[in-house]
């Protein structure tokens, strides 16, 4: 079993602060090699888990040691996805002396080099502060011996390949190199040609949903987008959604509209600071808000195992940020319902969606719905039937607003 190559705090924390019974497929194929001490490309779909595969086995090699030199560097693309490494590693480091820390733009500089001065053990970064502290050698990367480069598809997109670059080159006397995506670009590809040449894969399956996340595709008019999105809400009483758009402003201004109809909403962009970020982002982890109203920023890694349902309120511009928008759903193998809004306008997008060959075409569904609006009231009609049944028929108008019954915990 997997669990018995741990030390013992290790298993500990296995047991009694992760509650892991049983460990995923992408754990179970990399622990091993990771342990071994190979440099791995792991290549997984989104939720599966290549979080703990690579923080078990290296936390598991550094216990014991001193404080200075740094010994773990994890690079991560955006500051969300850094604090939940940050959390996984500091619950897996509860039984031993190990200190953990993350350097992401938004926070003090000042603070984070008197810490860093202080002496870590495992540093969680985003590479454009990490850059920052090489460049004014507030950090010292030269005793770095396991670098873990994670969502490296989104470094590259996010063109994050020169701090990248630094950084490899600051930790030229490392030991180990892991990198983790969701796929495998020419980008990728090249950059293990220059900096891991001598590495491990391991791919489990290629870039689609889930199985068990339920899709459905909507087309409907722009002035019924948010009358029908209001309904869904309601007749789903969804009680945990992420609502994704495009663009930062729709995010702002479909965010705002929701809060302003007395849904419990917050809204997450990229354009707000890190403490609105978090701020928002644990008012849905915490269930004081019901509804996260984002944008890509938050489509990949984050991990709230209660979301049950996905609303692409603007479908998304790749199939590859489709998957990742709706694997924010079924985390931990539950189910979950992805939604997709578009007007004609919009079709091209899901064209970019439907254009890989690879993703089974036939699984995309359409709701069986005719959406009209009578005497401003939204009226649903299911196609080839009469109108919904009177207890699924929606009162819903202009004057609906949220009603609390509807999250009530089961």
């Known amino acids: 079993m997997i669990k018995n190559l741990f030390s013992l705090p290790v298993q500990k924390s296995i047991t009694e602060d992760l509650k892991i019974t049983n460990f995923t497929e992408i754990q179970e194929r990399c622990i091993p090699v990771i342990m071994e001490g190979k440099n791995l490309i792991g290549v997984s779909e989104t939720g599966s888990g290549k979080t703990l595969s690579f923080v078990l086995p290296l936390i598991d090699k550094i216990i014991g040691l001193p404080k200075r030199p740094t010994r773990i560097l994890i690079i991560t693309p955006t500051k969300e996805l850094s604090e939940q490494i940050l959390a996984v590693v500091k619950k897996v ?19 984070q080099t008197k810490d860093l001065k202080n002496g870590v053990h495992i540093v969680v970064a985003c590479p454009g502060r990490l850059k920052d502290h090489i460049e004014k050698e ?16 989104q470094l590259m997109d996010m063109g994050f390949l020169p701090a990248l670059t630094v950084a490899l080159n600051a930790t030229v006397k490392r030991k180990q190199t892991l990198l983790f995506s969701a796929t495998v670009s020419p980008e990728i590809e090249e950059l293990v040609r220059d900096f891991m040449p001598e590495s491990t894969k391991v791919q489990l399956h290629e870039t689609k949903p889930k199985e068990i996340i339920s899709e459905n595709f909507c087309p409907i008019s722009p002035e019924l987008k948010y009358p029908f999105l209001r309904f869904l809400l309601k007749h789903k009483k969804i009680k945990a959604c992420l609502i994704f758009t495009r663009t930062k402003d729709e995010a702002n201004a479909l965010g705002a509209q929701l809060v302003l109809d007395n849904y419990h909403a917050v809204t997450l962009q990229g354009d707000m600071t890190t403490h609105q970020r978090k701020k928002a982002l644990d008012a849905l982890k915490q269930k004081s808000a019901h509804i996260l109203v ?17 609303i692409n309120f603007t479908p998304s511009e790749s199939l590859e940020a489709y998957v990742h928008r709706i694997g924010r759903t079924a985390r931990h193998d539950k189910a979950g319902e992805a939604i997709t809004l578009f007007t004609k306008d919009e079709e091209y997008l899901l064209a970019k969606i439907f254009k890989d060959k690879k993703y089974p075409v036939t699984k995309f569904k359409e709701f069986n719905y005719q959406l009209k609006i009578e005497k401003k009231k939204l009226v649903i009609i299911k196609e080839k039937e009469k109108n919904l049944e009177s207890d699924d028929q929606s009162d819903f108008d202009s004057s609906y607003v949220y009603d609390p019954k509807d999250y009530d915990e089961e």
């Open 93 to 111: 480091c509860r039984h031993t002396n190990l200190i953990s820390m993350s350097l992401y733009g938004g926070n003090s500089f000042d603070s």
């Open 294 to 310: 984002a944008t890509d920023v938050v489509s990949r890694g984050i991990d709230i195992p209660h979301v049950t349902h996905v």
């Open 138 to 153: 507030t950090i010292d990367l030269s005793g770095i011996e396991y670098l873990v480069l994670d969502e490296a598809d």
